[in-house]
């Protein structure tokens, strides 16, 4: 099983709530314990113990070792549930200002019913702290997903590592998407300004005949600046999908090999395209594809800048 949730806190805030037992006996606890008491050794080798009283439950303890840390971007234990053994895996990620972390659970099999992902979606009490569960307590499966959907995160659950947080269902920002668009449009004129309109400009001169002049060119230039915004906010849409899979970069450096990829294509349909099919000389298609290439990576890293998930899924810690 895998877990992604995305939380409004630095990485290494984020991970000092797994790492240190005072702040980790904050959250930990399931939703009706009455008591929670952690005790652990934080470093490689190091063995935990992890006690909470459940209201009609009693008690319950188990215990794990701590078998690879790197701080603050991975957590590996496995753990002793009585009836089970677990390894679980747990990886921070920067996203901006945010941090995204995806917990990948094996060994410890859970039937997750459409009714009981009804209820974690809805079924949201307010906490001091909005994490999800430590690790599950075997003897009451049908509670798992009420302690996900603890505080309002942007979460996903699911069995396949290419599965997106958005197809099962969490939304999208598409404010800050629309925000993201615009801003990249912004970057994206601005470097063919600087490149084409200033430094290589005198390079069209041989070919301009197989150019609009600058008049033609601004009268058609609302429907440029309009196909651009769609075409950016498409790309904007598409990274949020992506980031939102688990075991994803951190976002700019996604941003920047998502701007690259973006680039590459629209360099092989775009300017290389032209020198194809267009009278004009080498120089100025090898200075046009350079210049495709940056500019997309560019508005890639802005996406992956500006953009958030939804606002109604975020959690602050504090």
């Known amino acids: 099983m895998q877990i992604t949730r995305v939380f409004d806190a630095p990485r290494p805030l984020v991970f000092s709530y797994w790492a240190q037992p005072d702040k980790l006996r904050l959250w930990s606890g399931r939703k009706d314990a009455t008591s929670v008491e952690v005790e652990g050794d934080f470093r490689v080798g190091g063995g935990f113990r992890h006690k909470m009283t459940i209201r009609g439950a009693g008690r319950h303890t188990?215990?794990?070792?701590?078998?690879?840390?790197?701080?603050?971007?991975?957590?590996?234990?496995?753990?002793?549930?009585?009836?089970?053994?677990?390894?679980?895996?747990?990886?921070?990620?920067?996203?901006?200002?945010?941090?995204?972390?995806?917990?990948?659970?094996?060994?410890?099999?859970?039937?997750?019913?459409?009714?009981?992902?009804?209820?974690?979606?809805?079924?949201?009490?307010?906490?001091?702290?909005?994490?999800?569960?430590?690790?599950?307590?075997?003897?009451?499966?049908?509670?798992?997903?009420?302690?996900?959907?603890?505080?309002?995160?942007?979460?996903?659950?699911?069995?396949?590592?290419?599965?997106?947080?958005?197809?099962?269902?969490?939304?999208?920002?598409?404010?800050?998407?629309?925000?993201?668009?615009?801003?990249?449009?912004?970057?994206?004129?601005?470097?063919?300004?600087?490149?084409?309109?200033?430094?290589?400009?005198?390079?069209?001169?041989?070919?301009?005949?197989?150019?609009?002049?600058?008049?033609?060119?601004?009268?058609?230039?609302?429907?440029?600046?309009?196909?651009?915004?769609?075409?950016?906010?498409?790309?904007?849409?598409?990274f949020a999908m992506v980031s939102a899979a688990p075991g994803t970069v951190s976002g700019v450096t996604l941003g920047a090999f998502f701007g690259l990829l973006f680039g590459i294509f629209a360099a092989c349909i775009h300017p290389i395209s032209n020198f194809v099919t267009m009278n004009i000389d080498m120089r100025l298609g090898l200075e046009t594809t350079a210049s495709c290439l940056v500019q997309w990576t560019l508005v890639g890293v802005t996406i992956a800048l500006l953009y958030n998930p939804s606002s109604g899924d975020r959690v602050q810690a504090r």
Request: proline share 5%; aromatic share 12%; hydrophobic share 45%.
């Open 62 to 238: 188990f215990s794990g070792t701590y078998e690879e840390i790197v701080e603050p971007e991975k957590i590996v234990y496995s753990a002793n549930l009585g009836s089970a053994t677990i390894r679980v895996i747990i990886q921070f990620y920067e996203q901006g200002e945010q941090t995204k972390v995806v917990l990948t659970q094996e060994g410890f099999r859970t039937r997750i019913s459409s009714r009981s992902w009804r209820e974690a979606r809805t079924n949201r009490s307010k906490s001091s702290i909005s994490f999800w569960l430590f690790a599950p307590v075997p003897e009451i499966e049908s509670s798992i997903l009420r302690r996900f959907g603890h505080a309002p995160v942007h979460a996903s659950i699911h069995r396949s590592a290419s599965t997106s947080a958005h197809a099962q269902g969490g939304p999208m920002n598409y404010p800050r998407l629309a925000i993201a668009a615009v801003i990249g449009t912004v970057v994206y004129f601005a470097w063919g300004y600087l490149i084409e309109g200033w430094l290589i400009r005198d390079h069209f001169l041989p070919s301009q005949a197989v150019y609009r002049d600058i008049s033609a060119m601004q009268k058609y230039m609302p429907l440029g600046l309009l196909s651009s915004l769609l075409a950016i906010f498409v790309m904007a849409v598409i």
